[in-house]
């Protein structure tokens, strides 16, 4: 259990689920979610600001609430990076993995125009119309 007042932030929240888990990262990487199931099963996930009060928010769910929950994620959901929070050696991977990315879609592109271009000739070839030689 996690014992928060009503004076309790998101932020503060974040650090202490953080601490308790034992996660070394840095907890600007994370967000705190409302998660709302709607009637019709749709999921709506909404980033809670750093100074929401969480317990205020699940007072106004009221008891027994299925339809609500919090969710703590990493950032990423939001579409907001916060490339500050990262170390450098990260930042570096990060940089690997979509030059990685970007070299696999770059031989891709290259096999499809390749392969496409040896058909076009093909089909260029079969259709020339021959072409006869009188003596």
Partial sequence: ???ITSDTTVREVIEALLKKFKVTDNPRKFALFEKTIEQEGNVLMRVLPDTERPLHLSLEWGPNNSQHDFVLQENEF?????????SLPELHNFLTILDREEDEHLRQVM????????????????????VQCSA
């Avoid at 939001?78 to 990262?86: L, N, P, R, S």
């Avoid at 096999?111 to 021959?130: C, F």
């Fill in 111 to 130: 096999d499809r125009y390749n392969t496409y271009k040896e058909k076009l000739e093909q089909a260029l070839l079969n259709s020339a119309p021959a």
């Fill in 1 to 3: 259990a996690l014992h």
């Fill in 78 to 86: 939001t579409g907001e990076i916060m490339w500050d929070a990262f």
